[in-house]
Nanobody, 122 residues
């Protein structure tokens, strides 16, 4: 079992930065891929970024590459999504998720956090 709890998101202006965290607990974390997804109203849930537990592998959706950074600082049980130079199109509910293998498909992730709203104003 894996439990994931995201930090609160927020309302920010375009160009600002926002940091989301995901506190993970469970017995199989070191074998997990940790992913971030987002879902805007009326749209399907989409892949944002992922990292392995060691942090030596990362992957990003093309629209956030160079702006967002996914990491696991200090070898702790928290996964960070650092969002820089945010845009209005980044507005969505963001979810942290855990999978046994790398994938950009939400269906491959078997544990999910509760989601947190991020709103970017123009």
């Amino acid at each position: 079992q894996v439990q994931l709890v995201e930090s609160r998101g927020g309302l920010v202006q375009a160009g600002d930065s926002l940091r989301l965290s995901c506190a993970a607990t469970g017995s199989t974390l070191d074998s997990r891929i940790m992913g971030w997804f987002r879902q805007a109203p009326g749209l399907e849930r989409e892949f944002v970024a992922a990292t392995n537990w060691n942090g030596d592998f990362t992957s990003y959706q093309s629209s956030v590459k160079g702006r967002f950074i996914v990491s696991r600082p200090n070898a702790g049980n928290t996964i960070i999504l650092q969002m820089n130079s945010v845009k209005p199109e980044d507005t969505a509910v963001y979810y942290c998720a855990a999978s046994r293998q790398y994938s950009t498909s939400p269906g491959s992730y078997d544990y999910w956090g509760q989601g947190t709203q991020v709103t970017v104003s123009s």
